[in-house]
């Protein structure tokens, strides 16, 4: 059965570009997959503690010699790792804020990224274990980064990559969103859902590494 995991990450609530595209994405993949399911995850409502010692700690002990507290402090990893591995498919919507990720997606990300779990470093080589996934990334902004030198300032596209690309993730597509100007955001959502269309009629469940 697919599966696809529909992740927000903006703080913009109804007035925000990636949650339209990615609510629009989540809508025709399922129309598409009828038998499939649907995991959908607000990050600005989901816990999502910071990196603690306690944490740390946990993150480096053999599971059977967990203690109860550091279950505890596993638990919501252990929750959001499970759904990064079960699902096929992950429709992300991360908008750019200060020229990066929003906080709650950088907090999400050193949830999922679990030695043993979604990497391996077996014989010192890291190894991603999100085999067979396919990402699509929504983001928007307010300015243009496709030319130099805002093209340096853009630290959502390379981080993703590089970050998802370590979990293993071989297969990447971005649908970006750009600009300030009312009318100019309302043709771009236009044009980003034509993409997704596209991106969608491809039959991306059937990809494999
Ligand atoms: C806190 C904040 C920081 C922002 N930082 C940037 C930025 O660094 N560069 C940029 O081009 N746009 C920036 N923007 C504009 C957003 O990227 C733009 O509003 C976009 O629509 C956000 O996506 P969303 O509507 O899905 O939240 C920022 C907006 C906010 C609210």
């Known amino acids: 059965m697919s599966?696809?995991?529909?992740?927000?990450?903006?703080?913009?609530?109804?007035?925000?570009?990636?949650r339209v595209l990615t609510e629009y994405f989540a809508k025709i993949w399922k129309a598409n997959n009828r038998d499939g399911v649907v995991i959908s995850r607000d990050l600005l409502a989901t816990d999502l503690p910071p990196v603690t010692p306690e944490f740390?700690?946990?993150?480096?002990?053999?599971?059977?010699?967990?203690?109860?507290?550091?279950?505890?402090?596993?638990?919501?990893?252990?929750?959001?790792?499970?759904?990064?591995?079960?699902?096929?498919?992950?429709?992300?919507?991360?908008?750019?804020?200060?020229?990066s990720v929003p906080g709650v997606f950088k907090?999400?990300?050193d949830q999922i990224v679990r030695a043993g779990k979604t990497f391996s470093?077996?014989?010192?080589?890291?190894?991603?274990?999100?085999?067979?996934?396919?990402?699509i990334v929504v983001t928007a902004h307010g300015a243009d980064y496709t030319t130099s030198p805002m093209k340096e300032m853009d630290f959502v596209e390379p981080y993703l990559r590089a970050i998802f690309g370590f979990l293993g993730v071989?297969?990447?597509?971005?649908?970006?969103?750009?600009?300030r100007d009312p009318q100019v955001v309302?043709?771009?959502?236009e044009l980003a859902k034509r993409r997704i269309d596209v991106i969608l009629a491809a039959g991306i469940v059937a990809q494999r590494d």
């Not at 470093?121 to 990402?135: F, M």
């Not at 071989?170 to 600009?179: C, H, M, P, S, Y």
């Open 3 to 18: 599966k696809l995991l529909h992740i927000d990450s903006s703080g913009k609530g109804n007035a925000s570009t990636t």
């Open 56 to 99: 740390t700690g946990a993150m480096f002990t053999p599971a059977d010699g967990l203690t109860d507290a550091q279950k505890q402090a596993l638990a919501p990893s252990d929750e959001l790792v499970r759904e990064v591995l079960d699902a096929d498919t992950y429709i992300f919507g991360v908008p750019m804020y200060n020229f």
């Open 107 to 109: 907090l999400y990300i």
């Open 121 to 135: 470093y077996a014989n010192g080589i890291p190894e991603g274990l999100l085999r067979n996934k396919k990402l």
């Open 170 to 179: 071989k297969n990447i597509e971005f649908v970006t969103v750009a600009g």
């Open 186 to 189: 309302s043709d771009g959502i």
